[in-house]
Structure formats: structure tokens, C-alpha cells
């Protein structure tokens, strides 16, 4: 099972912005197998561009895999997605891992980017449906500019799709679409759920079954920044909308020893990459004490 990190908004403990180059190279220098991050224009926090930020990322590391943690497609034409998509496959040596979700929120930023709300889940579809072919050289007729045809150039190796969300029309996407599917804050009972209806999804779609991925909410040590069990509980019902019972059963918390044998039972479930998101200050301590774990396994 690898095992990664997302630096959600790359907030630095002082409030300002921390260098996505320096945050980029300590997860390598760590030993942890990949970097996430979020896909926002505007989210109340101070935030960098998810693919520029990657592609820093991607220049100045060699072996870590580099995500989106997911990229919201319908919030783009879908023609500037795939070119982006296909330059940063290009730079990151086909390390990228693409994470797809419908967002949606805030719709502050939707409005401020000219795309609605309504129908996003149609778009991110025909995104991904159109993807393939653009990163492939093909002439591609593009969903969203009337089908007009456009040939990419250079082309690029299509990156592994994880499709996020815990919805069934998520699920359904994955079968459809993914690579894997990547539900975020979930109990190991829905992950075994999940995996089940994606095997009928992916059987009916002629597909190989995808595999699973998980997000996990942790805050490792609140002596180091990290937020206390409770703190991080409170977050995720409150700003979140997670019930209070659900997010006390998900949030990994705790020394490395704890954190390995919660790390632990999502590889018995057959998770094969599990993206580590820390809360609190401290990032970068919470991040040693996380390789810690995964040198416990």
C-alpha cells in the first residue's frame, strides 16, 4: 500500500503561504510515495493553483507521485484541462495521478469562473470521456465548444483517473471512468461496501474493477501542532457536515505507533494508497511523524 500527503491549501503555520518546492522535497527526502493537493479558486484560506503548484512540485522531485486531491474538471473548458493535464505528465515523468470530483462548492468560485452548478456532473463526464483521446494527439471533438474538433500536440500518456466521492453517481463514475475510486473520510465497513458495488458497476460496464483509494483526515501528536483528536472531530462535523459518531470513527489520530495500526487496517481492506491530510500547525513535524508510521509497517 503506498501512502501520501496532501498539503490541502499549503497555508504555512504564520498564515502565510508555504513554499510548495520545500514542501515538495521533504515528502520525497521522507520516503512517502506521493503529494496531493486541492483544486480551488477561492476557499477562505490562502491557496495556490492546484496544477502550477504540482508542476513546481514535479521539477524539483524524482520519484514521488504528484495529485490532485481532486481536481474539480467541470470548473474548466475541458480542452485547457487537457492541455494542462498533458504538459504536467510531460514535466513530472508520468508521475501524475489524476483525481476527478464534481465540487461544487464554494459556488462563490463556480459564479467567478463562469460555470454553473446544475449540470457539473455531466460535464466532468464528458470531460473524462474526452480526455483520452486529447492527450493522445487525436482529433477530439470538444463537448463544451459545440463539439468543435481539436488535435493536442504534443501528446501524452493518459495519468491513472481517481474518481472522488462516496455518492453512487460517484461510483458509477469510477466504474465507468476510474482507475480508482477515492472516497475521502470513510469507515472501513463502507470501503468493503463500496469495493462490492464497484465490482457489479465495473462487470456491467465491461470494465476492469478499479481499485480504492482512501483520504484520511489525521492530526498526528497535537504537541506538535497537530490538532487534538476532539479538535479535528468538531471540524469535520461542524465545517464539514460529517455526523459527530461518523467523524470520531474516521479521524486518524495519535503517535506513529497508533497511526501504523490504523494505516495498517486499511491495507488488510485492500486499500492501495491511502492520502495522509494532516490538520493543524506543525505540517512538516506531522509529516516526519507519519514516516515514522510507515516505517512501523
Do not use: N
Not at 463514475?173 to 465490482?199: K, M, S
Request: contains cysteine; hydrophobic residues 45%.
Amino acid at each position: 500500500m503506498k501512502i501520501g500527503v496532501s498539503h490541502t491549501t499549503l497555508t504555512a503555520p504564520d498564515g502565510g503561504i508555504a513554499d510548495p518546492v520545500r514542501v515538495a522535497r521533504r515528502v520525497e527526502a521522507l520516503g512517502l510515495d506521493s503529494l496531493w493537493v486541492s483544486d480551488h479558486l477561492a476557499w477562505g484560506t490562502p491557496i495556490l493553483d492546484s496544477t502550477l503548484t504540482l508542476t513546481a512540485a514535479a521539477a524539483v522531485t524524482e520519484r514521488i507521485e504528484v495529485g490532485y486531491c481532486v481536481m474539480q474538471l467541470a470548473l474548466r473548458p475541458i480542452a485547457w484541462a487537457a492541455k494542462q493535464i498533458g504538459t504536467l505528465q510531460r514535466i513530472s515523468g508520468e508521475r501524475l495521478q489524476l483525481g476527478v470530483g464534481v465540487g461544487g462548492h464554494p459556488p462563490e468560485e463556480w459564479a467567478a469562473a463562469g460555470r454553473s452548478t446544475t449540470d457539473r456532473g455531466r460535464r466532468t463526464d464528458d470531460a473524462l470521456r474526452a480526455l483520452p483521446r486529447l492527450l493522445s494527439g487525436q482529433a477530439t471533438p470538444v463537448p463544451d465548444a459545440g463539439d468543435a474538433p481539436l488535435t493536442l500536440s504534443p501528446p501524452a500518456p493518459m495519468p491513472r483517473v481517481w474518481i472522488g466521492g462516496g455518492s453512487p453517481a460517484a461510483l458509477r463514475r469510477a466504474a465507468r471512468f476510474g482507475d480508482a475510486w477515492l472516497p475521502a473520510a470513510v469507515t472501513l465497513d463502507q470501503v468493503a461496501d463500496g469495493r462490492e458495488r464497484l465490482r457489479e458497476l465495473s462487470r456491467a460496464e465491461g470494465r476492469p474493477t478499479p481499485g480504492v483509494g482512501v483520504s484520511v483526515f489525521a492530526t498526528l501528536d497535537s504537541h506538535l501542532g497537530g490538532m487534538s483528536h476532539d479538535a479535528l472531530v468538531d471540524l469535520c462535523a461542524g465545517g464539514f457536515g460529517m455526523p459527530r459518531e461518523h467523524a470520531d470513527r474516521v479521524v486518524v489520530s495519535g503517535k506513529p505507533g497508533q497511526v501504523a495500526e490504523r494505516l495498517a487496517a486499511h491495507a488488510d481492506a485492500g486499500v492501495e494508497h491511502v492520502i495522509v491530510v494532516p490538520f493543524g500547525h506543525g505540517w512538516e513535524q506531522q509529516c516526519e511523524l507519519l514516516a515514522e508510521a510507515v516505517a512501523l509497517l
